[in-house]
């Protein structure tokens, strides 16, 4: 069974379109990250919730907002997508301290 | 703020050679954790090594090993009998105790040459 999964895995959409990015966690831990890896590879932390609660926002657009309808699924909306937005996100699970499993990540692109 | 360094964005090691990525960081936590993470083509994001930094003794998995330099703020990662299947970019990253968040280095990519 996947540990942590990531719907969908590439996404290609316009300029000014909103999208959604899922993921879901089988782990049980109770803390959920989004980061981001842009074009040169760099990973930054964006959010993070934990047991439903946000307790991380890293200096992230307006634009970008998370939701964690239950703590096994936290779900990352994108409203009018711009160019530098494109990049791979990556869902994390894990427990501070300790490993984060890491999803298969979702290379989106703006075009 | 914290933040996380890796001076070689490239690294080559012949096949069974050893290789030592290096990473240093910043941090004024006084309870936080190191990571090595690896990224192989595939983009999956995979957990090599990790370290407490209470911890003085320097952290081993197996071929992977890191040199923990606490005071000098330093956490390099050294790969012996390196296999093909170890080239990847390998980040380095810290995390403080409190919220879990990671903070990464800018990557190396290591290649091993057959």
């Known amino acids: 069974d996947t540990a942590v999964s990531q719907t969908p895995k590439y996404l290609v959409t316009q300029m000014g379109n909103d999208k959604s990015i899922k993921c879901e966690q089988n782990l049980g831990h109770d803390t959920m990250y989004w980061y981001k890896q842009d074009s040169k590879k760099f990973l930054k932390i964006m959010f993070s919730?934990?047991?439903?609660?946000?307790?991380i926002n890293e200096t992230v657009p307006n634009r970008f907002s998370p939701k964690s309808p239950d703590k096994a699924h936290l779900n990352l909306h994108i409203n009018s997508l711009e160019l530098g937005d494109s990049a791979v996100y990556f869902c994390a699970a894990g427990t501070s301290g300790y490993e984060q499993y890491f999803g298969p990540g979702t290379r989106l692109t703006v075009t | 703020a914290q933040t996380v360094t890796q001076s070689q964005p490239e690294m080559s090691v012949q096949e069974a050679e050893t290789v030592t990525l290096s990473c240093t960081y910043d941090?004024?936590?006084?309870?936080?954790?190191l990571f090595w993470y690896k990224q192989p083509p595939s983009r999956q994001m995979i957990l090599v090594i990790r370290?407490?930094?209470?911890?003085?003794q320097n952290a081993t998995e197996n071929r992977f090993s890191v040199n923990f330099q606490k005071a000098a703020k330093s956490f390099s990662l050294k790969i012996s009998d390196s296999q093909l299947g170890d080239a990847a970019m390998y980040f380095c990253?810290?995390?403080?105790?409190?919220?879990?968040?990671?903070?990464f280095g800018q990557g190396t990519t290591l290649q091993v040459k057959p």
């Open positions: 990253a810290s995390s403080p105790g409190n919220t879990g968040k990671l903070i």
């Open positions: 370290q407490e930094a209470y911890k003085q």
């Open positions: 941090t004024s936590e006084s309870d936080y954790y």
């Open positions: 919730y934990n047991n439903k609660e946000l307790i």
